[in-house]
């Protein structure tokens, strides 16, 4: 009976090491499977944010570019209201310079036309 027992229990044991290693490698097999989905799964997402990564970059170039050209045209306008400003300021100068030259001469001149009233008022009284 004893032998019996052992056998019985040595059957059991068995049984359930067998149960244990069957349930261990479908769950092995479950896992590995999960492992490979999330990895697909990961790779997905990482080629969607490489790709996400690549058109924020090339929008940002092509942003670069048009406020680099507008910059260009800025400038270009700047330097051309620089010059526009830039010939009236040398022609008032110029005009002003002129103004006070006359300013200065005017006195001798209203004296001249004095003179030149006075010696006429003289000669016609001759």
């Known amino acids: 009976m004893e032998v019996q027992s052992f056998w019985t229990m040595r059957s059991l044991e068995d049984t359930y090491q067998t149960k244990q290693s069957n349930t261990l490698n479908k769950t092995e097999t ?14 997905k997402k990482m080629k969607r944010m490489e790709e996400t990564l690549e058109n924020f970059q090339v929008s940002k170039r092509y942003q670069h570019n048009i406020l680099e050209e ?16 830039s010939t009236p300021q040398q022609e008032n100068h110029c005009l002003n310079e002129t103004l006070q030259e006359v300013q200065q001469k005017l006195p001798e001149l209203h004296g001249q036309v004095e003179e030149h009233k006075h010696s006429k008022e003289s000669t016609e009284v001759c």
């Open 30 to 43: 479950q896992m590995k499977h999960l492992l490979k989905f999330l990895n697909m799964e990961h790779n």
């Open 70 to 85: 507008e910059l260009k045209k800025l400038q270009k306008e700047e330097v051309q209201l620089k010059t526009g400003i």
